[in-house]
Nanobody, 125 residues
Framework: HVVDSGGGSVQAGGSLTLSCVAS????????IGWFRQAPGKDRECVAV????????YYADSVKGRFTISRDNAKSTVYLQMSSLKPEDTAVYFC????????????????????WGQGTQVTVSS
């Protein structure tokens, strides 16, 4: 299963780091994606790190502000978020894709196998 955590409430310009822990003996071969969903909006892919660690994807809205990284020894992926804006307010979900490409970051939710329960990020102006 997948457990995401690290959300909270911050003021605009602040920072948060989300964590995603995925179970499974082959974590190093899982592509991990972070998605978010704001009230009344569709789920949006925010960042993806393929299992090679290369060719990470970022949505245009977060480029230069968010960084995705992974620590395979801890079976954990991190999403460092800085310069947060009120429009970043959403429930953030991580998900894993087992058997995905080593270098192609999948942004399609249907390609993901397991999802976390979500963690709320609220950014106030």
């Amino acid at each position: 299963h997948v457990v995401d955590s690290g959300g909270g409430s911050v003021q605009a310009g602040g920072s948060l780091t989300l964590s995603c822990v995925a179970s499974g003996s082959r974590f190093s071969t899982y592509t991990i994606g972070w998605f978010r969903q704001a009230p009344g909006k569709d789920r949006e892919c925010v960042a993806v790190i393929p299992w090679s660690g290369a060719n990470s994807y970022y949505a245009d809205s977060v480029k230069g502000r968010f960084t995705i990284s992974r620590d395979n020894a801890k079976s954990t992926v991190y999403l460092q978020m800085s310069s947060l804006k009120p429009e970043d307010t959403a429930v953030y979900f991580c998900a894993d894709a087992r058997g995905g490409s080593a270098y192609r970051p999948s942004v399609n939710p249907i390609e993901y196998d397991y999802w976390g329960q979500g963690t709320q990020v609220t950014v106030s102006s």
